[in-house]
């Protein structure tokens, strides 16, 4: 079995993934992973992330249960209900199964038990260029609104928000990445 080079999702936290991998190690799987043949290949369609964990700790076997149907609604669908899935990974996903089904986006939001005027509003997202695209896919700091405020901008103006965005955003990162320092100091708190 393989990962799918064109699953929805691309960003992974290390840290859930050292969270997820200590609760294999104390529950094993809970989830079965679920996979589609295409030709020889067995192709995960959901559960990369149990996947990955249970590489990386060395099982040999791994629960999985075959489906059939349009993989890419399904495992948008699962990422969608898990609230595991960028906007941005969103985005590109259902522009994915629209181009691939040739369905209206009335029909993909049947699909997805979406309300027509969400899907619109999230293929929006695409209209984004792409560095700012790039950017999206690597934080899960950007919300879609964040993403849809910038949508709607267009030239210098775009750019400039961008810009104050991504500073707020990478701040925000690398404080959440620093230690807390003990330095002792008097007005620090007991």
């Known amino acids: 079995i393989s990962p799918d080079s064109n699953q929805p999702r691309r960003y992974f936290d290390e840290q859930q993934l050292e969270e997820l991998k200590d609760s294999i190690r104390v529950h094993g799987i809970i989830t079965p992973i679920l996979y589609r043949v295409d030709g020889d290949k067995k192709i995960i369609v959901s559960g990369e992330r149990r996947y990955k964990v ?27 209900q898990r609230n595991s899935i960028l906007p941005m990974e969103e985005a590109r996903a259902i522009q994915d199964i629209i181009n691939a089904s040739g369905l209206a986006q ?52 775009q750019q400039s928000e961008f810009k104050k965005m991504l500073a707020a955003i990478e701040k925000k990162e690398s404080t959440k990445k620093q ?8 007005d620090q708190q007991p």
């Open 54 to 80: 249970a590489s990386d700790l060395g099982c040999k076997e791994l629960p999985a249960q075959f489906v059939s149907g349009d993989y890419r609604v399904i495992a948008l669908t699962e990422n969608l």
């Open 179 to 186: 230690p807390d320092s003990a330095s002792g100091d008097a």
């Open 106 to 157: 009335q029909a993909v939001a049947v699909q997805l038990g979406k309300a027509e005027s969400t899907i619109s509003e999230v293929l929006k997202l695409n209209s984004l260029p792409s560095a700012m695209q790039e950017a999206a896919m690597r934080s899960p700091l950007w919300s879609r609104n964040k993403l849809l405020k910038l949508s709607k901008m267009k030239g210098d103006k």
